[in-house]
C-alpha cells in the first residue's frame, strides 16, 4: 500500500514562495501508471486540483494555476515537490498529496495523505 506524508511550512507570507514535499513509501514514482497530484482545500470551500505529475515525469496544472505553480520529483523517485510562486491569502488551505493507480483506463487505486495547513498571512 502506497503511504503519502507532506511536509511544509505552515506559515508562508503574501508574494513568497510555498514549497511543500509528499514523501512516498511503499511504491515508486516511476511505476507505470501512476499518478502523482497535489491537491487542496480553502477554508470552507471545495477541493481544488492544483496539478498533477505523471509516472513518465509528464507535468499537468489547472490553467488558473499554471503560471506561478511547477511540480516536480527528485531522482531517488521518493519525493514529489509543489512550488508555488507569489502567493496571496486566498491561496490558504489544506494541501494534499494524492496518487491514483490506473490501468487500461481505469483507476484501481487512490490514496491520499493526511494534508498539511498553509497559511498565507503577514
Known amino acids: 500500500q502506497v503511504q503519502l506524508l507532506e511536509s511544509g511550512p505552515g506559515l508562508v507570507k503574501p508574494s513568497q514562495t510555498l514549497s511543500l514535499l509528499c514523501t512516498v513509501s511503499g511504491g515508486s514514482i516511476t511505476t507505470s501508471y501512476y499518478y502523482w497530484s497535489w491537491i487542496r482545500q480553502p477554508p470552507g470551500k471545495g477541493l481544488e486540483w492544483i496539478g498533477t505529475?505523471?509516472?513518465?515525469?509528464?507535468?499537468y496544472y489547472n490553467p488558473s494555476l499554471q503560471s506561478h505553480t511547477s511540480i516536480s520529483r527528485d531522482n531517488a523517485k521518493t519525493t514529489v515537490y509543489l512550488q508555488m510562486n507569489s502567493l496571496k491569502p486566498e491561496d490558504t488551505a489544506v494541501y494534499y498529496c494524492?496518487?491514483?493507480?490506473?490501468?487500461?483506463?481505469?483507476?484501481?487505486?487512490?490514496?491520499w495523505g493526511q494534508g498539511t495547513q498553509v497559511t498565507v498571512s503577514s
Open positions: 494524492n496518487v491514483q493507480i490506473g490501468r487500461g483506463g481505469v483507476i484501481l487505486y487512490d490514496y
Open positions: 505529475i505523471t509516472y513518465d515525469g509528464s507535468a
